[in-house]
């Protein structure tokens, strides 16, 4: 059985950091890409980073650049999300996501496996 579960999430105030992981089990982890996307309540899901098999970083948005990085431990099936500075528009369900490929993809549904969300929310 896929499964992707996020954990991490939480209440942070503006500057503050968080870490997100992502723990994946019935597939194999390495041959795939991981993407992290998030969705605000009343607007559209948001594609953030991925990242290859081969630890390659993609930034799909803007507004994280610089901010956000990504990484991956194939030895223990994980992925994580290092977010620093986080702003009140950080606030979101951020969701992990494996596309069947070792190829990035901003679109959300390229991606087959998907986490059920963890909430992070960031106050001023």
């Known amino acids: 059985q896929v499964q992707l579960v996020e954990s991490g999430g939480g209440s942070v105030q503006a500057g503050d950091s968080l870490r997100l992981s992502c723990a994946a089990s019935?597939?194999?982890?390495?041959?795939?890409?991981i993407g992290w996307f998030r969705q605000a309540p009343g607007k559209e899901r948001e594609g953030l980073l991925c990242?290859?098999?081969?630890?390659?970083?993609?930034v799909y948005a803007a507004s994280v650049k610089g901010r956000f990085t990504l990484s991956r431990d194939n030895a223990k099936n994980m992925a994580s999300l290092q977010m620093n500075s986080l702003k009140p528009d950080d606030t979101a369900k951020y969701y992990c996501?494996?596309?069947?490929?070792?190829?990035?993809?901003?679109?959300?549904?390229?991606?087959?496996?998907r986490g059920q969300g963890t909430q992070v929310t960031v106050s001023s």
């Open positions: 019935g597939f194999t982890f390495d041959y795939y890409a």
């Open positions: 996501a494996a596309p069947h490929s070792r190829v990035c993809n901003a679109n959300w549904y390229a991606y087959d496996f």
């Open positions: 990242i290859t098999t081969i630890n390659s970083n993609t």
